[in-house]
């Protein structure tokens, strides 16, 4: 079945820098668009940034574009995402996913930005 294992969250100060990986299993990883999410505490899950099968086109949400990165490397199953600059306001639980006939998440990483 279609899994992901999210790691790398945690607590970092404002201006600091954190990187999230997901391993993807179950199904063809290097045929689908893969997406990172973000829920903060009270709001709805958005997306943050998403990268096509080969990794030759990325999309971010304004808030993070120039501070965060998306890359994949498919021979490992693997998704990234680089955040830079973090601030306060990218507290939330992170998720990566795709669309396969539905949603499929994994069970998110924590990512705390404080002081």
């Known amino acids: 079945q279609v899994q992901f294992v999210e790691s790398g969250g945690g607590l970092v100060q404002p201006g600091g820098s954190l990187r999230l990986s997901c391993v993807a299993s179950?199904?063809?990883?290097?045929?689908?668009?893969m997406s990172w999410y973000r829920q903060a505490p009270g709001k709805e899950r958005e997306l943050v940034a998403d990268?096509?099968?080969?990794?030759?086109?990325?999309n971010y949400a304004d808030s993070v574009k120039g501070r965060f990165t998306i890359s994949r490397v498919n021979a490992k199953n693997t998704v990234y995402l680089q955040m830079n600059s973090l601030k306060t306001e990218d507290t939330a639980v992170y998720y990566c996913?795709?669309?396969?006939?539905?949603?499929?998440w994994g069970q998110g990483t924590q990512v705390t930005v404080s002081s």
């Open positions: 996913g795709t669309w396969k006939s539905r949603m499929y």
């Open positions: 179950g199904f063809a990883f290097s045929m689908y668009t």
């Open positions: 990268i096509t099968s080969a990794g030759g086109s990325s």
